[in-house]
C-alpha cells in the first residue's frame, strides 16, 4: 500500500513523512552551517537544496515557489543600513558574520514550523510494502542509500556530486589515496574480475581511466552551483557510473607485490 499524501490543496510531491525526514535532515545541520564563514560555499549549497526540498514538499503553485520556500529564503533580510552600519567604510566583516548567524537561526524557525505543520497536517503514514524502498535497478546499495533523500528532492546535482564523494572516500579507506591516476600505482588497487588472466591488465586499465573520469567529473561540478545537472535521467546515469566504481572496488584487493 503506498504511503498516504497530504491534501492536494498544498500541491505537495513528496509523501509527508519522507519530507519530514528530509527537512529534519536539514534542520540538524543548522548549527554547522551557522559556524562556517559567511562566504563558505557549503552555505549557498545548504540554502539550495533546502529550498529545492520545501518546494518539493508543498509544491510550485503556478511554476513559483512556495510562500514556504520564500519565507526561508528571505528569512532575515533587511537592509544593513538598519542595524547602524552604513558609512564610507563599508560593513565590519564580524557584522557580516553576525548577520549571517542570525539568518541561519530565522531559517532554522522556519524549518521548525514547515515540519510542526507537517506534523499537524498529515495523515499516519501507511505501512511500506516490503519493496517500495528498495534501491533503483542498477545504482550500488551505498550510493544509493546516502544519494536517494538528495535525487527524490530534486536536488540532483548535489546527488551526484554525493556519489562521486563515496567513490573518493571507499579509494581513501582501501588505498591511503583518492585519485585514479595513484590508486593503481602508489596505492597498489588491483580489482579482481577479469574474464582470463591474459586480460587482467587491460581489465585494471579500464578500472583505472573509470576512476579517473569520475576524478574529472568530479572537479568539474564541484566549481558550479548547479552542475547543470536538472534532468533527472542524466543524474541517474552518473549514479550508475559512481555504482559501476564501488561495484569494482567490492571485489579489489591491495597487492604487496
Same mark, same amino acid.
Given at each position: 500500500?503506498?504511503?498516504?499524501?497530504?491534501?492536494?490543496?498544498? /500541491?505537495?510531491? $513528496?509523501?509527508?513523512?519522507?519530507?519530514?525526514? $528530509?527537512?529534519r535532515d536539514?534542520l540538524?545541520?543548522?548549527?554547522r552551517?551557522?559556524?562556517?564563514? @559567511?562566504?563558505?560555499?557549503?552555505? =549557498?549549497?545548504?540554502?539550495?537544496?533546502?529550498?529545492?526540498?520545501?518546494?518539493?514538499?508543498?509544491?510550485?503553485?503556478? !511554476?513559483? *515557489?512556495?510562500?514556504?520556500?520564500?519565507?526561508?529564503t528571505?528569512?532575515?533580510s533587511f537592509?544593513?543600513q538598519?542595524? +547602524?552600519?552604513?558609512?564610507?567604510?563599508?560593513?565590519?566583516?564580524?557584522?557580516? =558574520?553576525?548577520?549571517?548567524?542570525? @539568518?541561519?537561526?530565522?531559517?532554522?524557525?522556519?524549518?521548525?514550523?514547515?515540519?510542526? =505543520?507537517?506534523?499537524?497536517?498529515?495523515?499516519?503514514?501507511?505501512?511500506? *510494502? &516490503? /519493496?517500495?524502498?528498495?534501491?533503483?535497478?542498477?545504482?550500488?546499495?551505498?550510493?544509493?542509500?546516502?544519494?536517494?533523500?538528495?535525487?527524490?528532492?530534486?536536488?540532483?546535482?548535489?546527488?551526484?556530486?554525493? &556519489?562521486?564523494?563515496?567513490?573518493?572516500?571507499?579509494?581513501?579507506a582501501?588505498? +591511503?589515496?583518492?585519485?585514479? *591516476?595513484?590508486?593503481?600505482?602508489? +596505492?597498489?588497487?588491483?580489482? @579482481? /574480475?577479469?574474464?582470463a588472466?591474459?586480460?587482467?591488465?587491460?581489465?585494471n586499465? !579500464?578500472?583505472?581511466?573509470?576512476?579517473?573520469?569520475i576524478?574529472?567529473?568530479?572537479?568539474?561540478?564541484?566549481?558550479? &552551483?548547479?552542475?547543470?545537472?536538472?534532468?533527472? !535521467?542524466r543524474?541517474?546515469?552518473? $549514479?550508475?557510473?559512481?555504482?559501476?566504481?564501488?561495484? $569494482?572496488?567490492?571485489?579489489a584487493?591491495?597487492?604487496?607485490?
Amino acid at each position: 500500500m503506498a504511503t498516504r499524501k497530504l491534501p492536494d490543496s498544498l /500541491g505537495h510531491t $513528496l509523501p509527508p513523512q519522507r519530507a519530514i525526514e $528530509l527537512l529534519r535532515d536539514r534542520l540538524n545541520d543548522c548549527q554547522r552551517i551557522k559556524a562556517l564563514p @559567511r562566504a563558505d560555499p557549503e552555505i =549557498q549549497k545548504w540554502v539550495s537544496t533546502t529550498q529545492a526540498i520545501l518546494d518539493a514538499t508543498f509544491g510550485k503553485p503556478d !511554476g513559483q *515557489s512556495h510562500q514556504m520556500t520564500n519565507q526561508f529564503t528571505h528569512a532575515g533580510s533587511f537592509p544593513i543600513q538598519r542595524a +547602524g552600519f552604513s558609512g564610507r567604510g563599508g560593513t565590519p566583516e564580524h557584522v557580516l =558574520q553576525k548577520y549571517h548567524q542570525l @539568518r541561519t537561526d530565522q531559517r532554522k524557525a522556519v524549518l521548525e514550523s514547515c515540519i510542526e =505543520q507537517l506534523e499537524i497536517l498529515a495523515p499516519p503514514a501507511a505501512p511500506e *510494502s &516490503s /519493496g517500495s524502498r528498495t534501491a533503483q535497478i542498477g545504482i550500488h546499495p551505498q550510493i544509493w542509500a546516502k544519494c536517494e533523500d538528495l535525487y527524490e528532492a530534486g536536488a540532483l546535482a548535489e546527488a551526484v556530486e554525493k &556519489s562521486f564523494k563515496i567513490v573518493r572516500d571507499q579509494l581513501r579507506a582501501l588505498t +591511503g589515496f583518492e585519485k585514479g *591516476s595513484e590508486v593503481f600505482g602508489k +596505492g597498489r588497487l588491483h580489482i @579482481r /574480475g577479469a574474464i582470463a588472466s591474459h586480460v587482467d591488465s587491460d581489465f585494471n586499465e !579500464g578500472a583505472k581511466f573509470l576512476f579517473m573520469a569520475i576524478d574529472m567529473f568530479r572537479n568539474e561540478k564541484s566549481h558550479t &552551483s548547479d552542475a547543470k545537472i536538472t534532468d533527472p !535521467g542524466r543524474a541517474q546515469q552518473y $549514479l550508475i557510473l559512481s555504482s559501476l566504481a564501488m561495484s $569494482l572496488l567490492d571485489d579489489a584487493e591491495i597487492r604487496t607485490s
